[in-house]
């Protein structure tokens, strides 16, 4: 990470954003320069992705930068679903709007966190964005280029399901500096499509930290008796079989849909669940 107030001044002679390409116009060279003045200040961009929907990927992207914090990391946290952005609601901020001052909009705060939503930009909560791909791209480079992140050691970022526009233009803006974790749930149904999700990390060459598997069997909180209401394994087996590490196994836990709901993250409403407890382990794999 290295820390440039502009490019003019950074001595790093190698950089591509020091020079206007022959196939820019002055404002695509102005908007490339602003995003890597944006991106020099941040350590590791993660991409939260799954090629299945349903599998608790916001979920999993709230839990790791609120973990990767708890580790004492300077955290970000950007919501590329345009169509669906949960992370107002699940951080209890489905109320606040973003300001811009002179530096670019201002990201809202949550426990220390800088989180950034498309969501905090509409007048209603069921106000439909209907938008294609070009101004999907255009919006994803905002938040990029435009938000005053400042320094940060992590920007996790919550993509929609699928290997669509969302991810293919994040995973572009942000370079080769990118990483991404895959969630999936056990399910055979689920593996088939989240498989796509490695392929196109290969394909796009992002680096692939790991395999989450979420809702990895159920333990009764009265008995203590765990049921494999998804089976259990199957991201692991995944993980075998692409050869890329596996990263851990949550436990489905109902009080972790109860605090997505109420606004209060799991890992700060039960922080000695075993789900927390393993969430907290995978953010110490991925530091």
């Known amino acids: 990470m290295t820390d440039h107030s502009s490019c003019d001044s950074c001595s790093v002679s190698s950089c591509s954003a020091k020079s206007q390409s022959p196939q820019e116009n002055d404002e695509q060279f102005q908007t490339r320069q602003r995003l890597?003045?944006?991106?020099?200040?941040?350590?590791?961009?993660?991409?939260?992705?799954?090629?299945?929907?349903?599998?608790?990927?916001s979920t999993m992207s709230v839990s790791l930068a609120l973990a990767l914090a708890k580790e004492g990391k300077k955290v970000g946290l950007l919501d590329v679903d345009l169509h669906g952005p949960s992370l107002p609601t699940m951080l209890g901020l489905n109320k606040e709007q973003v300001f811009s001052n002179e530096d670019g909009l201002t990201p809202l705060e949550f426990e220390g966190i800088k989180v950034m939503s498309i969501g905090f930009m509409l007048e209603r909560d069921d106000q439909a964005m209907i938008m294609r791909g070009p101004m999907k791209h255009g919006a994803i480079q905002q938040f990029l280029a435009d938000v005053s992140w400042g320094e940060l050691d992590y920007l996790v970022i919550d993509c929609p399901p699928g290997t669509g526009d969302e991810p293919l233009s994040a995973a572009q803006l942000l370079g080769k500096g990118a990483a991404a974790v895959v969630v999936t749930t056990p399910q055979d149904v689920a593996l088939v499509d989240v498989e796509k999700s490695i392929s196109f990390c290969s394909e796009l060459n992002l680096n692939l930290l790991g395999v989450i598997e979420n809702m990895s069997g159920f333990i009764c909180p009265h008995c203590g008796e765990v049921s494999d209401i998804f089976k259990s394994g199957g991201g692991e087996m995944l993980s075998a079989k692409r050869e890329v590490p596996f990263l851990g196994k949550i436990p489905l836990d109902p009080r972790m849909v109860q605090s997505g709901d109420n606004g209060k993250p799991f890992l700060m409403a039960h922080p000695d669940a075993e789900a927390a407890l393993a969430l907290q382990q995978i953010a110490r794999k991925i530091i």
């Open 36 to 57: 890597e003045r944006r991106l020099c200040q941040i350590g590791q961009k993660l991409l939260v992705m799954s090629g299945k929907g349903g599998v608790g990927k």
